[in-house]
T-cell receptor, first 113, second 116 residues
Framework: AQSVTQLDSHVSVSEGTPVLLRCNYS??????LFWYVQHPNKGLQLLLK??????LVKGINGFEAEFKKSETSFHLTKPSAHMSDAAEYFC???????????FGSGTRLLVRP | EAGVTQFPSHSVIEKGQTVTLRCDPI?????LYWYRRVMGKEIKFLLH????????ESGMPNNRFLAERTGGTYSTLKVQPAELEDSGVYFC??????????????FGPGTRLTVL
C-alpha cells in the first residue's frame, strides 16, 4: 500500500531564505506524487506533480521537487520564501488502483518578515 | 471558469441531527471525489463518482454517510445521524475523464462541520 510521511508539522523561515519541506513515500511500484497547497479559507491547489518523467519537477510560484528513488523522498523546495507562501502544504501519492489521493499529514509553513 | 463550489461553508449541528453537504464540480468534469479531514488527522478519501455512478466508496466510514450524484452533476453527502467524531472539514474535488492517465483534481474550499 502507498503512503507518504511529512517529516515536519511546522516549518518557519525568514522571508527571502530557502524553503525545504520534507516528504518520504512508501510504494511498491513507481508512484505518482504531488504537492498541494492550501491557503487559509481556500481550496487545495496543485503545486506540482511527478509521474515518472523527469525526476526534477518544477511547479508554480517557484517551487520545485526532486524525486529520489534511492531515498524514497520527494522534498519540496523554493530558493527564496515570500510572505505569500505561508500556507499548509501536503505531500500526496496517488493510489495505484484508482485515482484516489493519499495525503500526508501536512506541513504548515510560516514566513517571518 | 468557476471552480469547485461547496455549500455550506460552515455547519454547526447537534449530535443526532442530519446534515447535507453539497458540491458543484467544474462544468464538464465527470469525476467527483469526496475527502474529509477530521481534527488532527490526514485528509482521507471517502468516495469517487464517475458521472452518476459510484466508482469507489471504500473510504466511506459507515452507513450513516450517504453520497449521491443524481444526473451526474452536483453531489450531496448526507450524514444521518451525525456523531461527534464526524466533525471536520469535508472537501470535494473534480477532474476530467483522464482515461489511464492522471488528470488534476481541483478542490473546493471545503465545508467545516462541527457536531456538538
Amino acid at each position: 500500500a502507498q503512503s507518504v510521511t511529512q517529516l515536519d508539522s511546522h516549518v518557519s523561515v525568514s522571508e527571502g531564505t530557502p524553503v525545504l519541506l520534507r516528504c518520504n513515500y512508501s510504494s511498491s511500484y513507481s508512484p505518482s506524487l504531488f504537492w498541494y497547497v492550501q491557503h487559509p479559507n481556500k481550496g487545495l491547489q496543485l503545486l506540482l506533480k511527478y509521474t515518472s518523467a523527469a525526476t526534477l519537477v518544477k511547479g508554480i510560484n517557484g517551487f520545485e521537487a526532486e524525486f529520489k528513488k534511492s531515498e524514497t523522498s520527494f522534498h519540496l523546495t523554493k530558493p527564496s520564501a515570500h510572505m505569500s507562501d505561508a500556507a499548509e502544504y501536503f505531500c500526496v501519492v496517488m493510489s495505484g488502483s484508482s485515482y484516489k489521493l493519499i495525503f500526508g499529514s501536512g506541513t504548515r509553513l510560516l514566513v517571518r518578515p | 471558469e468557476a471552480g469547485v463550489t461547496q455549500f455550506p461553508s460552515h455547519s454547526v449541528i447537534e449530535k443526532g441531527q442530519t446534515v447535507t453537504l453539497r458540491c458543484d464540480p467544474i462544468s464538464g468534469h465527470d469525476n467527483l471525489y469526496w475527502y474529509r479531514r477530521v481534527m488532527g488527522k490526514e485528509i482521507k478519501f471517502l468516495l469517487h463518482f464517475v458521472k452518476e455512478s459510484k466508482q469507489d466508496e471504500s473510504g466511506m466510514p459507515n452507513n450513516r454517510f450517504l453520497a449521491e450524484r443524481t444526473g451526474g452533476t452536483y453531489s450531496t453527502l448526507k450524514v444521518q445521524p451525525a456523531e461527534l467524531e464526524d466533525s471536520g472539514v469535508y472537501f470535494c474535488a473534480s477532474s476530467q475523464d483522464g482515461g489511464r492517465s492522471y488528470n488534476e483534481q481541483f478542490f473546493g474550499p471545503g465545508t467545516r462541520l462541527t457536531v456538538l
